[in-house]
């Protein structure tokens, strides 16, 4: 075999710097995490990891987008199932988080959100900025915009709830939430 036939695509060398990047991040936190240690759990040499992503801040970047595009996929396909189109991007917002953050996975995911934030505090809005698209289609009249932003301050609560262990919120106290926060209370348009 020749050797660009043994070449992977940038795409799959990306993807597993960008995962062994929030492997990193969520267990060494914001002191231990450098590319060296990125660097160290892939398959690929660094000086590969560095054609990618030049800089610790490049590689924090594309962190920080990766993270911001997965959370929007997950909220806009939750949102696609809800039939109510008043506030369903806030509904789903609401319905991601409760239903995600008790998976490890999840928890590791906003640890590694927080270290790239505190290493870089410009990434905060470039979070923000990523995630804009599950904003879109909020309501725009008083009360319900009212609404929709408080379902993603509990979403956002719980999020960090959940990231410093601070409530042990159990399964059934997050469904509970859900039922008391949807429709039938909240963010339903008036008739």
Known sequence: MDTLT?????ETTRAEIIEKALEVAAEVGAMGFTLDAVAARTSVSKGALLHHFPTKLALLEGLTDHLADMFCEAVLTEAARDPQPYGRQARAYLRVTINDAVTACDVSIGRAMLVACAIEPSLRTRWSDGIKKVKAEDPTDPVGADDALLLR???DGLWMSDLFGVHDVSP???QALLSLLTPGHILMEAA
């Open 172 to 174: 059934a106290q997050r």
């Open 153 to 155: 301050l509990v979403a």
């Open 6 to 10: 043994r070449r992977r695509a940038p």
